[in-house]
């Protein structure tokens, strides 16, 4: 999994004095950052829905190992063959796939919610250079 990218809210950071009208380039492009920002948190948001899948698959496998027969025949598909397997082996690799992904998950979840936060951010952004637009407008 090669993750999701996030930014820190540094790069997204907007300084706007106060009274300062943003030129209408301006808003257009903090709007498309903002559009940026959204887009990158949907897939950060499709990516964790993949690690939940898999969490709960390999959780799958794990209770069906923790029932099974010491002397039971695993096999694993390897490619397109499938492979005998000790059932220690199967057991072990699976607890590590587990967690694997469970902190793949706590990553993911920590980038979720700076990026919420950083799109926040940049919304409120957004919201006060419409309004200094607007009452710049009207003084007009």
């Known amino acids: 999994w090669t993750g999701c990218g996030y930014w ?3 790069k997204w950071g907007l300084v706007l004095p106060i009274g300062a009208m943003p030129s209408e380039q301006e808003m257009q492009n903090e709007l498309e950052k903002f559009k940026a920002m959204q887009e990158t948190l949907q897939k950060a948001y499709e990516s964790r829905m993949g690690l939940i899948a898999q969490q709960q698959e390999t959780e799958l496998v794990k209770e069906e190992f923790d029932s099974i ?6 096999y694993k598909l390897v490619g397109p063959v499938m492979v005998k397997q000790n059932v220690d082996d199967a057991k072990t690799n699976v607890e590590k796939r587990l967690e694997y992904v469970k902190g793949e998950l706590d990553r993911s979840n920590k980038i979720i919610e ?3 936060k950083d799109l926040e951010a940049k919304q409120k952004d957004l919201i006060k250079m419409q309004q200094a637009a607007q009452a710049a407008a009207g003084e007009s």
């Open 8 to 10: 820190q809210a540094a």
């Open 69 to 74: 027969e010491e002397d039971a025949v695993i």
């Open 114 to 116: 700076t990026q919420e």
